[in-house]
């Protein structure tokens, strides 16, 4: 109960929370940018109700994701002030450009788009949503680019004045690999998650023979992109693996609870640790296949945790440098067989669209498959911020040492209660709206949007 771990504890569930909805609002906004604009290219009206019905569950899920957002940042401040004061020079760069550059545009632009149809020209209300999709995408851009400086600190040199970082290559921080990984993993991802929500509502409404027009073509385009999408998250993940190997051996050796440096290298196929979660049992491998997941051979030697360890003992100071590996170990195997599953389900689900697949029976199953990207979403982030410990940022700053010098733990415990109870009642407001409109359908998206105006239908044609 200590403010170390009472601040991590905070920031872990606010950041978590708040992920819930980020690729949702990534991916979501691609689809209703496609659907609107094919309303106006051929005026099926049916364009039209999937532009407003998806549209309306992006905006609620949007609503919360900003709110959320906002308190991460105070966070910064708040309870990471030695950090703040350590990186402030670097971090608060592209979270400015986030800010000024990317969540203002998606802010406006979306803006002109709820509140624009019928009002602005054909051309200028189709152009909104494209913009605001963009702006939702280079807003994560700028935050995973900062993150990746965390996970791979470049660009940078230590002022021996001040003891701060300081940035002075700002192009070495833009074209850092690691944070374009993860940006390709996490739009691929948000592809994947709004796919997934599209499928789900979708087969609710089509085994009610609702709409069906409207819900099997949205079925039918959420298939084909879940499958592309969930695919591209499998590369990604493996190209973010390699480059783990490379940069963070630590957290790639924590994540397969290698313990000794080995050529070739085993996977582990399952693996019992005592109640540490630092120390194996039992394990079960599959011979030489980790060496080919971090290097395309079967050959090449993957560093354990015992030798690494050492190794940054002698380079940073005594101290524990392994991360919690049954957190490591496990979040990374949910966020894997889960991925695995997606990529099976949208397969079979192509298949099944030469058929009459609105009267199968399997079809009834299909609405629970909306719970699988966020299960992988959430353990896929935990993954990449845990296996980073103890540092905060990786082999310059640790934790412990980023914490505000001056909070308590009743101060602590105080905020973390507020924030569970309020971000419980957003999650239960959120859950409802989402529910209420999903059930709802097309019609009450429609009912609720602005009326077109005759004259000025068409007058940019």
């Known amino acids: 109960m200590d403010p170390i ?17 980020v690729p949702l609002t990534l991916g979501l906004s691609w689809y209703v940018a496609f659907f609107q604009t094919r309303f106006y290219q051929t005026r099926d009206e049916s364009f039209h109700k999937m532009a407003k019905f998806w549209g309306k569950l992006f905006l609620i899920n949007f609503a919360i994701g900003v709110v ?15 950090y703040s004061r350590f990186v402030g020079d670097i971090f608060g760069a592209p ?19 709820v509140f624009g149809e019928g009002k602005v020209p054909e051309k200028v209300h189709s152009a909104a949503i494209w913009l605001a999709a963009i702006g939702s995408n280079l807003s994560a851009l700028w935050i995973l ?5 965390m996970q791979h600190p470049v660009g940078y040199e230590i002022n021996t004045v001040t003891g701060r970082a300081e940035l002075v290559n700002f192009f070495a921080l833009v074209t850092n690999p690691k944070g374009w990984l993860f940006f390709w993993h996490t739009i691929a991802a ?20 609702n709409h069906l027009d409207v819900f099997k073509r949205s079925f039918q385009t959420a298939t084909i992109v879940g499958l ?13 693996g390699q480059y783990m190997y490379e940069t963070q051996p630590m957290k790639f050796a924590a994540i397969e609870a290698h ?11 399952l693996t019992i640790g005592d109640l540490t979660g630092k120390q194996e049992v039992w394990s079960w491998r599959m011979p030489k296949v980790l060496s080919f997941l971090a290097c395309n051979n079967f050959t090449c030697e993957v560093r354990g945790v015992n030798d690494i360890q050492a190794e940054y003992a002698a380079t940073y100071g005594p101290g524990d440098y392994v991360p919690l590996m049954v957190v490591t170990y496990w979040t990374f195997r949910f966020m894997m067989a889960i991925g695995f599953l997606m990529i099976l389900l949208t397969f079979l689900f192509l298949l099944a669209l030469r058929g009459k697949y609105e009267n199968a029976k399997w079809m009834k199953w299909v609405p629970w498959v909306i719970a699988l990207p966020y299960i992988s979403n959430a353990s896929g982030w935990i993954l990449t911020e845990m296996g980073r410990q103890p540092w905060i940022v990786q082999g310059l700053l640790k934790v412990q040492d980023a914490v505000s010098p001056n909070l308590t733990t009743v101060d602590l415990l105080i905020s973390l209660i507020g924030y569970v109870v309020v971000y419980g009642s957003l999650a239960g407001a959120m859950v409802y709206l989402m529910r209420k409109y999903a059930v709802a359908g097309p019609d009450a998206a429609m009912h609720e949007s602005v009326d077109v105006a005759p004259a000025v239908v068409g007058a940019d044609d």
């Not at 050529?263 to 582990?268: E, Y």
């Open 95 to 113: 979270l400015a450009i986030e800010a000024l550059m990317a969540f203002f545009l998606e802010s406006t632009f979306l803006g002109v788009w």
């Open 228 to 240: 592309v999408a969930s695919t591209l998250v499998f590369f990604g993940g493996h190209t973010n």
């Open 145 to 149: 680019l900062a993150n990746g400086w």
């Open 68 to 82: 959320t957002g906002i308190v991460q940042e105070f966070q910064f401040g708040m309870n990471w002030s030695e």
């Open 5 to 21: 771990t009472l601040s991590r504890w905070q920031f872990g569930l606010t950041t978590v929370y708040h992920f819930l909805f």
């Open 190 to 209: 948000g592809l994947t998650t709004a796919s997934f929500l599209i499928l789900g509502v979708s087969a609710y409404h089509i085994i009610r023979k």
């Open 259 to 269: 313990w000794e440096t080995s050529q070739p290298a085993d996977f582990s196929i």
